[in-house]
């Protein structure tokens, strides 16, 4: 599978992230599944116009490539003119590039929650940089290519969303494309990879016993669940964070920060500030989207009530002050 | 006089173009266009003042955890908080992290593989390096990719992830470490030195951090395997430690407690002055006006101004252009080598080089030290509240130099928030007084046109630029 690959109005770090491949060489990896770089903008070798000849053949059709790969948001503005990002060198709006190549493509991937909804970039008041997804604008569909666009593999735009993605989930993506093609119902509503998106971030957190007795965490660097007061959105977002490993061990709640929900569109601006749960009469709102909030509230009341000592005082340190009690052999004294 | 405009400028982080006009095959002036605007400044402009933690990595995702320690030191200004000892100790080492990444990424898949062009064929050294060093192909990608996923294993201990954390805070870091990660920490760093020892230098980082001169540099590199001799090696044939050189003049807001701020010009060292910095956006597409201190500074489009070239604003300080950057940082903390590298043949493209690889192994060890001195059990995180109005300065050292955010509070909101990334400095336009930025200055004379060996790529290189920082 050849995969060319473009940025525009992202950061980067969707393939500083991906370079984090582990614990094989990335380059290795993807090379043993027969994927291989037609071009990357960060790691080729071709510059000037030996890359602008590589692009304008696969966008005249000259040049066979299979996945398109876009990383970063569309900037259309101003007034429509795609001037926010012009490729270098051709003068071009990098727009008009994506949209001449994404004709070609078999399979269409938005790297990054940029360039699957838009981005921070599209969340700047007003919206001056026209910025929007590949076939997104936030939760609505259309972006870039449109909401009827198919790639040649009849398939929408394959949404690796997350801000960064995680390593694993483009390479097992772009993998599972070349060794056995992606279907519709391997995507989930808003085009991601089922293969990550089918699971929360709350799968897994290492702060699971705490979130069941509601022992929360009070201020930043506590060890207590993070939902209550902190602004964590882990029971709501669609990702195998904490299931699969970031760097090794981490994860953003393995890092003692709430899950603000990078996966999904529109996550850059939630109504409220990011480290701070919204609460109505002192309950949270937006609790887990499949739980009926009374039975929540009641769950909650009872569980509290209930919390061992050891969670209820742990969850406000930033490192366990009481241990897990040993069982002696023999019973009680 | 023909103009030459080359881009897309790649294996650097975003989008470059350099436009040259040339004569006889020799360079007479450049300008140096970044095509991309991003308007981060705006986005955070009435948000919560909390929130630009989580949005100013998104900057960048190659200094992403630079970015959230100047904002974490503008709102802990702001917020008159004193990180935690645990808590700076923590944010050393997730910087120091970053940047040594970075460094390493910026050799091996950045800067090397333009020695495996073709146009370089009939030199001894080719085969050699064409092997190791091919883009993508060559196998030192290989190795360095594992080491580089192995080192930054450190991240997930001590930030959750990278790029983009949430873990900087104003107080220090909401991630305490263990007695047992402590541990593993230690492992990691070892780990990353035998790479460092094996491949990279070929010998011990002390025996590098020790070398204090040009001569001793090429003393050492003679004869010995490793991939810094390889540099070595090719930039002297190919004359690139005197080419590239801009005003060798250099800035450095001081990194770790372990190098101080400083400047130094004409061979002369002296105070920094926050006060002295002023933006300029003569050349940009943005609104024009007297250069402004970036407390006051302003970023308002006007896509149609004439003669405006570039997205990137002219920072300067006392109203000259200054270069910053790892060659920078050692110079102004008077280590001899960058001293000696600079005195004799100016900021050339091996002096640049040489400076991260030296930063390599000084700061390393130095990481040890401060995993060493982590005391699990003592807070990690100071807490405080966030005032109404207040006004926060954040200036740290990200690998590519100095980067500062300006910030200022207003009945609880951002009211304005100003970004100088490194980059901005080293790749500003020319400001009003039609000064060209550094790499401006250092393309001056280059062969460049047809036929022309890849000397401006080299020198664009060295200053591993990062256009998306610069255009924040
Ligand atoms: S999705 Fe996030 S990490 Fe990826 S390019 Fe966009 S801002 Fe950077
Ligand atoms: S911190 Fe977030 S992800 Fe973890 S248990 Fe609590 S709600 Fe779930």
Redo the contacts with the bound molecule.
């Keep these: 599978m050849k995969v060319l690959w473009l940025?525009s109005?992202?950061?980067?770090?969707?393939?500083?992230?991906m370079l984090c491949s582990e614990p094989r060489s990335l380059f290795d990896e993807l090379r043993d599944a027969g994927i291989e770089f037609l071009w990357h903008p960060a790691l080729s070798v071709e510059s000037g116009e030996e890359a602008l000849a590589i692009l304008e053949d696969c966008a005249e059709g000259r040049l066979a490539f299979d996945a398109l790969c876009i990383?970063?948001?569309m900037l259309r503005g101003p007034n429509g003119t795609g001037k926010f990002h012009l490729m270098a060198g051709s003068g071009r709006p990098l727009t008009e590039w994506v949209a001449r190549l994404a004709r070609h493509a078999k399979w269409v991937f938005a790297?990054?929650?940029?360039?699957?909804y838009g981005?921070?970039s599209a969340n700047t008041p007003g919206n001056p940089l026209e910025a929007c997804g590949l076939q997104f604008d936030e939760q609505t569909p259309g972006g870039l290519l449109g909401a009827g666009f198919q790639s040649a593999a009849a398939l929408p735009v394959i949404n690796i969303?997350?801000?960064?993605?995680h390593p694993g989930w483009v390479v097992d993506t772009l993998e599972k494309a070349a060794l056995e093609g992606l279907r519709p119902e391997d995507l989930d509503e808003y085009g991601r990879p089922l293969l990550y998106a089918g699971e929360l971030v709350h799968h897994g957190c290492a702060r699971n016993e705490f979130y069941e007795f509601k022992a929360s965490a009070m201020k930043q660097s506590d060890l207590g669940c993070l939902m209550e007061n902190l602004g964590c959105k882990g029971t709501q977002a669609h990702a195998d964070c904490n299931l699969r490993p970031w760097n090794g061990s981490g994860s953003c709640l393995r890092g003692g920060f709430a899950c603000i929900a990078?996966t999904e569109p529109g996550f850059e601006s939630p109504g409220h500030a990011f480290q701070e749960t919204p609460k109505l009469a002192g309950i949270p709102i937006g609790l887990p989207t499949d739980m009926p909030k009374a039975w929540f509230v009641a769950l909650a009341a009872l569980s509290k009530s209930a919390t061992p000592k050891r969670v209820r005082n742990n969850a406000v340190e930033d490192h366990p002050v009481v241990m897990p009690a040993v069982r002696k052999k023999g019973g009680s004294k | 006089m023909t103009r030459i405009v080359v881009g897309p400028f790649n294996r650097v982080e975003g989008d470059l173009e350099v436009s040259l006009d040339v004569e006889a095959g020799r360079i007479q002036s450049a300008q140096v266009n970044s095509p991309l605007f991003r308007g981060f400044e705006q986005i955070m402009v009435g948000r919560a003042p909390l929130d630009a933690l989580a949005i100013v990595p998104?900057i960048?995702?190659i200094c992403?955890v630079a970015q959230s320690a100047a904002a974490a030191s503008a709102l802990a200004e702001a917020m008159g908080v004193v990180p935690t000892v645990n808590g700076k100790i923590s944010r050393n080492l997730i910087c120091a992290t970053e940047n040594l990444a970075d460094h390493l990424t910026h050799f091996y898949l950045f800067f090397m593989p333009d020695f495996a062009r073709p146009a370089y064929a009939d030199r001894s050294w080719h085969g050699a390096v064409s092997k190791r060093f091919t883009a993508v192909r060559g196998d030192a990608a290989a190795e360095v990719l594992p080491a580089r996923a192995g080192f930054l294993r450190l991240m997930g201990f001590l930030a959750g992830r990278w790029?983009?954390t949430l873990a900087i805070q104003p107080g220090g870091s909401t991630r305490a470490i263990t007695v047992g990660e402590r541990i593993r920490l230690l492992a990691l760093l070892r780990e990353f030195r035998g790479f460092l020892e094996k491949r990279l230098f070929g010998d011990s980082l002390a025996a590098v951090a020790q070398l204090a001169s040009k001569d001793q540099l090429l003393a050492w590199a003679d004869g010995r395997p490793g991939d810094f001799s390889a540099f070595l090696h090719a930039a002297s044939d190919l004359g690139l430690d005197k080419l590239g050189c801009a005003y060798d003049a250099f800035l450095s807001y001081g990194a770790y407690d372990l190098f101080p701020a400083g400047t130094w010009q004409a061979g002369q060292a002296a105070t920094f002055d926050p006060v002295a910095i002023d933006e300029d956006t003569t050349s940009a597409w943005l609104a024009a006006g007297q250069p402004r201190h970036p407390a006051q500074g302003e970023t308002i489009v006007d896509a149609n101004k004439p003669d405006a070239y570039t997205w990137c604003k002219a920072p300067r300080y006392a109203g000259q252009p200054y270069e910053v950057g790892a060659l920078a940082r050692q110079v102004v903390a008077g280590h001899p080598l960058a001293r000696d590298l600079v005195q004799r043949e100016g900021a050339s493209v091996m002096a640049r080089v040489v400076a991260r690889l030296l930063e390599l192994a000084l700061v390393l060890p130095a990481m040890e030290g401060w995993v060493n001195a982590l005391q699990p059990g003592e807070p990690f995180c100071a807490h405080g509240e966030m005032p109404d109005d207040a006004t926060g300065t954040g200036l740290v050292e990200a690998a590519r130099g100095s980067l500062g955010h300006w910030l200022s509070i207003k009945r609880g909101h951002i009211e304005r928030y100003q970004i100088i990334a490194p980059t901005t400095w080293n790749f500003s336009p020319r400001d009003a007084s039609n000064q060209p930025g550094p790499l401006e200055q250092a393309l001056v004379g280059l062969p460049a046109g047809e036929g022309a060996p890849p000397t401006v790529q080299h020198v664009v290189r060295s200053f591993d630029p990062c256009m998306v920082c610069t255009v924040h």
């Design positions: 940025q109005g992202g950061c980067g770090g969707c393939t500083q992230s990383e970063g948001a790297i990054g929650s940029c360039t699957a981005g921070f969303a997350g801000c960064p993605t990078c | 998104r960048c995702g992403s790029p983009h």
